[in-house]
């Protein structure tokens, strides 16, 4: 169902489907993934945060789980996700408590 309210001054603006953003988009997705935030219109809901590491499917999210009115907040995960910013730096422990200092990763 679409949900369009007249008082949220619907009209022209950024559309994540025009040709320009896409084509920007589709650059971007050559050389990273991109960190997706979808932000539901009037959904009552929490965003949805993604990952996509191609066109296609970034695409098909937008065309086959959106409505009008739904916000994309796009970043690059290269320019985001780096070793120089990371808030924790973390392994997974086998039972006694261990983990390995180096590994093939």
């Known amino acids: 169902m679409t949900w369009i309210v007249e008082s949220d001054e619907w009209g022209a603006g950024p559309s994540v489907l025009a040709t320009d953003t896409l084509v920007r988009?589709?650059?971007?997705?050559?050389?990273?993934?991109?960190?997706?935030?979808?932000?539901?219109?009037?959904g009552a809901s929490a965003p949805m945060r993604l990952i996509f590491e191609g066109y296609e499917d970034f695409l098909n999210h937008v065309k086959l789980q959106s409505r009008p009115g739904d916000h994309f907040l796009i970043?690059?995960?290269?320019?985001?996700?780096?070793?120089?910013?990371?808030?924790?730096?973390?392994?997974?422990?086998?039972?006694?408590?261990?983990?390995?200092?180096?590994?093939?990763?």
Not at 25 to 42: C, T, W
Not at 75 to 101: F, H, M, S, T
Request: hydrophobic share 30%; proline share 8%; net charge negative.
């Open 25 to 42: 988009i589709r650059a971007i997705l050559e050389e990273s993934p991109v960190i997706v935030e979808h932000r539901f219109y009037r």
């Open 75 to 105: 970043w690059r995960y290269d320019e985001l996700c780096r070793d120089d910013n990371k808030v924790e730096d973390a392994k997974l422990p086998d039972l006694q408590g261990r983990v390995p200092k180096h590994g093939p990763y």
